[in-house]
């Protein structure tokens, strides 16, 4: 009898593994991907990959994949010989510190990074030597992700980053670093955090100011997910349309239900939409970038969705709805864009209200760049051009400051 239950267990294992790679086969063959896009098949092939562990994870067999996250933020760090890498708490958040070993006869330049992952997963271990050719000290913020325990809820984790920054910026003369020399970086919902951090700093007197803000690939609006760039890209890796708003629902822990009538637009009213039309609009994309584009079909308004995701009105979500008293005061910015990204008009969008109140702006489209590229740099062959490409262009404004 104990080995019939075996056999029948061994069975199921296998037709679950078959179904597996039958459902990855036919993800491998049918995804989007542009030609034009860094290493299509590479891109193909990576994203099959994930959509299997996505699978699995559904499936409640994370424990057997990998790390839990209490396990991933008590990763130890790696050994560098030109780095002191420490793992400190700044205000409560865990943050990786990495000071140069090599002596300063001045004050460095600081840059706070905070990982992409939608608040949901991601981890310090992802952007491991990103900033290694800058002779600085930098710090990568670990904040608590949504679902880690009950509490971390939004808006959590932006306000981690927030106290966590608010600590460095001052305690910034202990570890060496200029505080009037600091720049925060973000990519993805990272990018979102450093720019809702920048934004709520900016008439603070009680702290240094910061320096300079580098947003990559960063998520900034909640109102519209019709713009040129979700419809081009609505199905390409890693960040599809529908998978965006998925995300966006459950960092708030809200009902996925919600998805498809957020994806139509019906969450907005139409006093909403007057309002911001000024800020987010495909009529502020340039033209390059709309071609093909077909605007949507009106979409009727549902109240009772409305009022379920009030939160997405709240510039700590969506920071491209800010007033003008606040953009204007905002440091310098580098903004990275890349052209097979379903979030590339946020960044497009907000580069042009940052010049339309002075800011200096810093703006860089990678033509073959697509989202989470960042997290495939420094891994030799298995990364992508445009990994590298991005990097550059970050590394290279911070050293302007």
């Keep these: 009898m104990e080995s019939y239950y075996i056999l029948v267990l061994l069975a199921g294992i296998l037709v679950a593994f078959v179904l597996l790679v039958l459902i990855a086969t036919d993800h491998f063959f049918k995804e ?17 990959l994930y959509t299997l562990m996505d699978i699995l994870v559904s499936l409640s067999c ?16 790696w050994q560098d010989s030109q780095l002191f890498i420490k793992d400190l708490h700044f205000d409560g958040v865990p943050m990786r510190i990495y000071l140069p070993r090599e002596p300063s006869a001045s004050k460095r330049r600081g840059v706070i990074f905070i990982h992409g992952g939608c608040g949901i997963f991601g981890s310090i271990m992802l952007i491991f030597n990103s900033f290694n050719s800058l002779i600085c000290t930098y710090v990568i913020l670990n904040y608590f992700l949504m679902g880690y325990t009950p509490e971390f809820r939004y808006p959590a984790q932006t306000l981690e980053c927030l106290s966590a920054t608010v600590h460095f910026l001052k305690t910034a003369d202990t570890y060496g670093v200029d505080p009037a020399r600091i720049v925060v970086c973000g990519d993805s919902v990272g990018g979102t955090f450093a ?34 760039s979700h419809q081009k890209n609505a199905a ?11 995300f966006i629902l459950k960092y708030l822990n809200k009902d996925c239900s919600l998805k498809e009538p957020m994806l ?22 340039p033209d390059e970038f709309k071609v093909g584009y077909k605007p949507p079909l009106p979409t009727l308004f549902l109240p009772q969705v409305h009022e379920e995701v009030q939160e997405l009105f709240e510039p700590r979500v969506s920071p491209l709805l800010a007033e003008d008293a606040v953009v204007c005061a905002l440091p310098d910015t580098c903004i990275v864009t890349c052209e097979h990204d379903v979030l590339r008009d946020d960044g497009l969008l907000y580069k042009k209200r940052l010049e339309d109140n002075n800011v200096h702006v810093t703006w860089h489209h ?36």
């Excluded at 991907?33 to 092939?45: C, F, G, H």
């Excluded at 994370?62 to 760090?77: D, M, Q, T, V, Y």
């Excluded at 390409?236 to 998925?246: G, N, S, T």
């Design 32 to 48: 989007q991907i542009p030609s034009d896009v860094d290493q299509p098949a590479k891109l193909r092939l990576y994203h099959c």
């Design 62 to 77: 994370s424990g057997i994949l990998g790390f839990s996250e209490k396990e991933k933020r008590g990763l130890p760090a």
């Design 195 to 228: 720019t809702s951090v920048c934004q709520e700093l900016v008439h603070r007197t009680d702290i240094p100011k910061i320096r300079a803000q580098v947003l990559i690939y960063p998520f900034l609006q909640a109102l519209n997910f019709n713009l040129p």
């Design 236 to 246: 390409v890796p890693f960040l599809l349309r529908e998978r965006a708003v998925h």
């Design 264 to 285: 139509a637009g019906s969450h907005v009213p139409e006093t909403i939409n007057l309002k911001y039309r000024k800020w987010i609009s495909p009529d502020l994309i």
């Design 366 to 401: 990678v033509e073959k760049g697509f989202h989470a590229a960042l997290g495939f740099f420094g891994y030799g062959i298995f990364s992508f051009p445009s990994s590298n490409t991005i990097i550059n262009h970050a590394v290279d404004f911070i050293k302007g400051y």
